[in-house]
Nanobody
């Protein structure tokens, strides 16, 4: 079972990036999935989550209105569209999956990707 995150890079403040998380090795249909991030010297924090059906989403307050999480069950992929990026969004971003929503939101999911680095220059 693998989650492969991609799409990170260097972007100027105010710019946009789209992260992707592709699942392989099993079917994650109807599994809630989420994004987390860890900035240098800080603990990992929750960013956004999406329910297995794609109808429910939940965001950390600091990214509301700027980030959008979406999923494509046919491709077993979840996305994080990030706009209006700020220097404080700089972090390694991780995707996670679990059949339980509470485990996604709490950061105790069973499946994790390897992380992709987002650097926002001010």
């Amino acid at each position: 079972v693998q989650l492969q995150a991609s799409g990170g890079g260097l972007v100027q403040a105010g710019g946009s990036l789209r992260l992707s998380c592709a699942a392989s090795g099993r079917t994650f249909d109807l599994y809630p999935m989420g994004w987390f991030r860890q900035a240098p010297g800080k603990e990992r924090e929750f960013v956004a989550a999406i329910g297995g059906s794609g109808r429910s989403t939940y965001y950390q307050d600091s990214v509301k209105g700027r980030f959008t999480i979406s999923g494509n069950n046919a491709k077993n992929t979840v996305y994080l569209q990030m706009t209006g990026l700020r220097a404080e969004d700089t972090a390694v971003y991780y995707c996670a999956a679990d059949r339980r929503w509470d485990r996604i939101v709490s950061g105790s999911a069973n499946y994790w990707g390897q992380g992709t680095l987002v650097t926002v220059s001010s």
